[in-house]
């Protein structure tokens, strides 16, 4: 089953609507119909947000074990967010898995312009297959995940 059926199936399994998964998990409708439609390539951005609203595992999608953060219980400053615990990043227990730095608010321009330099980060644990599968990647050397904000399409 591809990406797509595992939206459309997750969503209707929570008794969503299209409209209702993309309110809630703001991306916007017209993406929704695309991503079920297999018509545009959803963003791991995207898909995390979805995936929160479904209430369901990233891994899910790629039919791997569940996904796993590596985060200490230090604080940050802002007391909201935990540190991530970053050592020997590329070492887990299965190796079709790699722990990739998710910089959460640092952001990438895309078009229209926007910056952010902060550089809180966590680490997401997810499949090579996965990644292959759904990013075309083939080296997973000095990869981390960002936000992309804009408006270039």
Same mark, same amino acid.
């Given at each position: 089953? $591809?990406?797509?059926?595992?939206?459309?199936?997750?969503? @209707? =399994?929570?008794?969503?609507?299209?409209?209702? !998964?993309?309110?809630?998990?703001?991306?916007?409708?017209?993406?929704?119909?695309?991503?079920?439609?297999?018509?545009?390539?959803?963003?791991?951005?995207? +898909?995390?947000?979805?995936?929160?609203?479904?209430?369901?595992?990233?891994?899910?999608?790629?039919?791997?074990?569940?996904?796993?953060?590596? !985060?200490?219980?230090?604080?940050?400053?802002?007391? *909201?967010?935990?540190?991530?615990?970053?050592?020997?990043?590329?070492?887990? +227990?299965?190796? *079709?898995?790699? $722990?990739?730095?998710?910089?959460?608010?640092?952001?990438?321009?895309?078009?229209?312009? =926007?910056?952010? *330099?902060? @550089?809180?980060?966590? =680490?997401?644990? +997810?499949?090579?297959?996965?990644?292959?599968?759904?990013?075309?990647?083939?080296?997973?050397?000095?990869?981390?995940?960002? +936000?992309?904000?804009?408006?270039?399409?």
């Amino acid at each position: 089953m $591809n990406i797509s059926q595992k939206i459309k199936n997750a969503r @209707e =399994a929570k008794n969503l609507t299209q409209l209702e !998964l993309a309110k809630s998990s703001g991306v916007s409708l017209d993406s929704i119909k695309r991503y079920e439609t297999k018509e545009s390539n959803i963003t791991i951005h995207n +898909l995390i947000k979805i995936a929160k609203v479904l209430d369901i595992d990233l891994n899910y999608f790629a039919n791997v074990p569940k996904l796993s953060l590596s !985060l200490s219980s230090k604080m940050s400053l802002s007391q *909201d967010k935990y540190v991530p615990k970053l050592e020997n990043q590329q070492e887990t +227990l299965n190796d *079709d898995m790699i $722990n990739i730095p998710f910089f959460e608010n640092v952001r990438a321009s895309a078009g229209s312009g =926007a910056y952010n *330099d902060e @550089e809180s980060t966590q =680490a997401l644990g +997810l499949s090579k297959s996965f990644l292959r599968e759904c990013f075309g990647l083939y080296s997973f050397i000095n990869l981390s995940v960002i +936000l992309g904000q804009g408006d270039s399409m």
